[in-house]
């Protein structure tokens, strides 16, 4: 049996495999009013009314009351007590998809696992300086994050060059580490230091904790450095394809089936204690249909939840558009734009969580938030105006894909803006 297995095929094991077939091979399974679930009683506690939902669209299970929940993969490792290679080869046989042999693995596969393991060697670091380092825990003190918050989300701290000595003793040591963003040439003089010298970090995994890479927060403006650095481009970190919070906000995700996506690591750090746990953060680029789409397998209502400056606004202009241009049946976004100069770590610390969760439940749907955005960026009292709107505002809904969606928003914008019907058709 191969210890290694590429991501790749556990990924196509998981996504072909029907979970209803799984689960009801093993538990009594009957469709739900709606007919898009099925439920029954839950295997992992002592359940007399049946708690468990199975999601074949999602491949997902959740059971109500213990809050267990995973992908057939999961349900086979727990209820089996079986080893993940082990579960990998039950679904093989499932699915007839054949499970490399070691010596077949591609090189580039083992070389991301090595990664993989090198950067959780760096995390452990981290964390381990973190608990030595007075500052360090000062400094999230004042960020509001506690002990328990800190271990929860892997947080650490880069004190000096411990990444160098400690992994970099050799030469082909340190090239890796260069590489791979663990540390960097000295800007002035000769020699290397570590990339994320004297700094917070937060570390970026996947869906299954692997950690992907990190990002590194100092701890005191000097307006020489930037507030954030990311690790560099890898062969598993790409950044516009990640989120930060995926692995923490799993099992939160899919109990509430709603993701609120945030700009900044430390938001999804304050809404999670704010009993949020199912927040994301794009790390302050704009967001990609990657990341919209990943989003999506594990949750079918999305919030952005944007800063109230330009940057802000700009973001949540193109998630707008992203989400119009990647419409799909029962999937759902919101946005939420803050006031100006807060974020929402600022907005719960100074008002408390109650506040922040009502504007959340009153975001604004999709097609209401991009007339409100038209609106804003043109003049609607002269022709002038509502042209702009034809060649600019509607650039995105020409692109959208042919629907029920599409012709109702055309008839929404068209309502709302008095174009007549004939030339909404042409827009």
């Known amino acids: 049996m191969p210890k290694f297995i590429p991501p790749e095929i556990v990924a196509s094991l998981v996504q072909t495999a029907d979970i209803i077939e799984v689960i009801g091979n093993r538990v009594d399974l009957t469709k739900d009013r709606r007919g898009k679930e099925h439920i029954g009683l839950c295997p992992f506690h002592d359940d007399s009314n049946p708690s468990l939902t199975v999601n074949r669209e999602k491949g997902l299970y959740w059971c109500w009351a213990c809050q267990e929940g995973g992908t057939a993969l999961d349900f086979l490792m727990k209820t089996e007590r079986i080893t993940f290679p082990e579960a990998c080869e039950e679904l093989s046989k499932i699915t007839g998809i054949e499970i490399p042999k070691t010596e077949q693995v591609k090189a580039e596969d083992i070389q991301k696992e090595r990664l993989k393991q090198l950067n959780r060697k760096a995390m452990d670091h981290f964390i381990d300086n973190l608990g030595k380092s007075e500052k360090a825990k000062e400094y999230l003190k004042t960020r509001g994050i506690d002990e328990k918050t800190a271990k929860e989300f892997s947080i650490g701290f880069d004190d000096s060059d411990g990444i160098l000595k400690k992994f970099g003793t050799t030469v082909i040591e340190r090239n890796k580490l260069l590489r791979y963003g663990l540390i960097k040439k000295k800007k002035y003089g000769k020699g290397y230091e570590d990339y994320f010298r004297d700094r917070i970090t937060f570390p970026i995994k996947d869906n299954n904790g692997g950690v992907l890479g990190f990002a590194g927060r100092i701890r005191k403006m000097d307006y020489i450095r930037p507030k954030y650095l990311n690790s560099p481009e890898t062969q598993i970190y790409k950044k516009k394809q990640v989120l930060y919070g995926m692995f923490e906000a ?36 704009a967001i990609t249909d990657t990341q919209i789409n990943n989003v999506f397998k594990f949750a079918d209502k999305i919030i952005f939840c944007f800063d109230g400056d330009d940057p802000g606004k700009i973001a949540a202009w193109k998630a707008c558009k992203l989400c119009l241009l990647n419409t799909k049946a029962n999937k759902e976004a919101h946005f939420l734009i803050l006031p100006e100069n807060q974020d929402p770590d600022e907005m719960i610390k100074s008002t408390g969580p109650e506040p922040f969760k009502k504007l959340l439940k009153n975001a604004t749907p999709l097609s209401d938030f991009f007339i409100a955005t038209i609106k804003g960026k043109f003049d609607m009292s002269s022709p002038e105006g509502i042209n702009s709107i034809a060649e600019n505002g509607m650039e995105t809904v020409n692109k959208m894909k042919d629907g029920i969606y599409k012709d109702k928003l055309i008839e929404k914008i068209a309502k709302e803006f008095s174009i007549g019907f004939d030339d909404s058709d042409g827009i």
């Open 250 to 285: 799993h099992q939160s995700l899919l109990s509430s089936n709603e993701a609120i996506v945030v700009e900044g690591y430390t938001d999804v750090i304050a809404l999670s204690k704010a009993g949020l746990g199912n927040s994301l953060a794009t790390g302050g680029t």
